[in-house]
């Protein structure tokens, strides 16, 4: 199993990525959350002679209760580089063709989110390990999308890593809660935040970047190195960090912008 989500909607629905032992096939499947029967199989995907890029399994769900949408994206790295497969699936409506996707291959996402609020999908490039958003309203209708994504980090950087085939991102995670957008670098992370730039009818909005602590700084006031962070949680206005062979737990509160406990 690479991947779980649960919906927030009535039907309360656990959705968990599956790959076959000879790795020659994957699959969605979503049960009944208070059961934990099957109830429908999303996606089957099967490899046919070599073509290994054909049943790459989602490594990332995410649930979108405003849209009702199933985020799914997995990727492959191989001789020809990394490549990964982003879909959006109405399992409403269907459970064999997705509601749209898109073939990664030029700053394949190391990692990807969504989000309700703003209305958006957000990924970091495997390559420039910049952050990049696709706007869900401006999706195309027929399933499938020309390149979508906008990055509202260094561009410049970014065309930069893509041409010389870096690997600067990574390792680097993304995780959308409420309306903001946190990005783990290491051993520092990072949050976006939607701003207005008019009080005009028609404002416009923008995404601005702002620290969690000190920002890329590597070491603690004490001048210890900072571990590098494996694991994050959300919850109320508290994130959750946990770092490598560290036995604590940081939380930061939104509201003050400091440790509350360790």
Not at 13 to 33: G, M, P, Q, T, Y
């Amino acid at each position: 199993m690479a991947a779980t989500a649960a919906s927030e909607t009535a039907s309360q629905w656990l959705f968990a990525s599956f790959e076959s032992a000879r790795r020659n096939s994957s699959a969605v499947v979503a049960s009944d959350l208070n059961s934990l029967s099957p109830v429908v199989e999303i996606g089957r995907k099967e490899v046919f002679d070599t073509d290994i890029e054909a049943a790459i399994p989602p490594t990332k769900l995410g649930w979108l209760a405003g849209h009702s949408l199933l985020l799914a994206a997995g990727s492959h790295s191989g001789p020809a580089g990394m490549v990964g497969d982003i879909r959006l699936w109405d399992v409403r409506a269907s459970s064999t063709v997705p509601v749209w996707e898109v073939r990664e291959k030029d700053d394949c996402f190391a990692d990807v989110a969504a989000s309700d609020s703003p209305s958006a999908l957000f990924k970091v490039g495997a390559a420039s390990s910049e952050v990049f958003v696709a706007d869900l309203r401006r999706f195309s209708g027929d399933g499938i999308s020309v390149d979508p994504w906008v990055c509202i980090g260094d561009m410049q950087r970014a065309g930069a890593a893509t041409t010389s085939r870096r690997k600067d991102g990574n390792g680097c995670r993304i995780e959308c809660y409420r309306s903001w957008v946190f990005v783990a670098r290491g051993a520092y992370a990072e949050v976006w935040t939607q701003v207005e730039i008019t009080s005009e009818p028609r404002e416009k909005k923008v995404m601005r970047r702002n620290w969690v602590g000190n920002g890329p700084s590597m070491v603690t006031a004490d001048g210890e190195e900072k571990a590098k962070i494996v694991s994050w949680a959300f919850g109320g206005s508290r994130m959750a960090l946990a770092r490598v062979d560290k036995r604590s737990v940081e939380v930061w509160d939104s509201a003050s912008g400091t440790i509350s406990g360790e």
